[in-house]
């Protein structure tokens, strides 16, 4: 693995962890963590706030579980909100405060949401190699039969730039 993909996975684990020893300091405690291609697609030259970005979510909480959503939507619609590309993706939770922080794939839903910015949106998947270097893979594999194929990308509903 490249470094540079490496450098962007670890900052991800890291971001979400801190989130949730900061906002859940005890008890149960989920974030995600996406990076936002810069406004250039992915040419990071740093001028005029066109570098990528990292952005957090938490989940919902409601009194009716009914209405609640996953914990990466917040990131999704900071996402659409700023017109960016999401590139890569995690979502870590833990039991309590003593608990391993353990990352957890992208929900079937989450995945839907997450092809509106192409199959090749960097994932953390879960595995049995869980801690400070979880497992990435392409969108892609967590599907590898995607009703999508069938469809030419000009009709489906996309990110475009």
């Not at 993706?89 to 929900?107: G, K, N, Q, Y």
């Not at 995607?146 to 489906?156: D, I, R």
Request: include cysteine.
């Amino acid at each position: 693995m490249a470094p540079v993909e490496r450098h962007i996975e670890e900052a991800l684990y890291r971001s979400a962890v801190e989130l949730i020893e900061r906002r859940y300091p005890t008890g149960w405690g989920g974030a995600a963590a996406m990076r936002l291609a810069g406004k250039d697609n992915g040419k990071h030259d740093g001028n005029n706030g066109s570098e990528a970005l990292i952005i957090t979510s938490v989940a919902i909480e409601t009194p009716n579980a009914a209405a609640s959503l996953c914990i990466e939507v917040g990131a999704m619609c900071e996402a659409m909100k700023l017109d960016r590309r999401v590139t890569h993706t995690i979502c870590v939770v833990r039991d309590d405060e003593h608990a391993p922080f353990t990352v957890l794939s992208p929900c079937g839903i989450c995945q839907e949401r997450l092809r509106y910015w192409g199959d090749d949106v960097i994932c953390a998947v879960s595995d049995n190699n869980q801690g400070e270097h979880p497992l990435f893979v392409p969108l892609r594999d967590l599907q590898p039969h995607h009703w999508t194929q069938v469809y030419p990308l000009a009709e489906l509903e996309h990110y475009e730039r």
